[in-house]
């Protein structure tokens, strides 16, 4: 049986807010830091996605 991972869908939805932010309400440097720090935060909650979990007994 296959569960989902509510932390990883929480951190990839609050990363694509914040890219969506960065990218429509600043401009310049700020923005691409923002949108930046978004994106990074969509990546890694889609790689969380797809690591293995360990089952402890």
Same mark, same amino acid.
């Given at each position: 049986? +296959?569960?989902? #991972?509510?932390?990883?869908?929480?951190?990839?939805?609050? =990363? &694509? &807010?914040?890219?969506?932010? $960065?990218?429509?309400? !600043?401009? %310049?440097?700020? /923005?691409? =830091?923002? /949108? %930046? !720090? $978004? /994106?990074?935060?969509?990546?890694? $909650?889609?790689?969380?996605?797809?690591?293995?979990?360990? +089952? #402890?007994?």
């Amino acid at each position: 049986m +296959k569960t989902r #991972n509510t932390t990883s869908w929480v951190v990839t939805g609050l =990363g &694509a &807010a914040v890219t969506t932010v $960065g990218v429509t309400a !600043f401009s %310049g440097p700020i /923005a691409a =830091g923002i /949108a %930046g !720090f $978004g /994106a990074a935060h969509v990546v890694l $909650g889609v790689l969380d996605m797809y690591r293995p979990t360990i +089952k #402890n007994r």
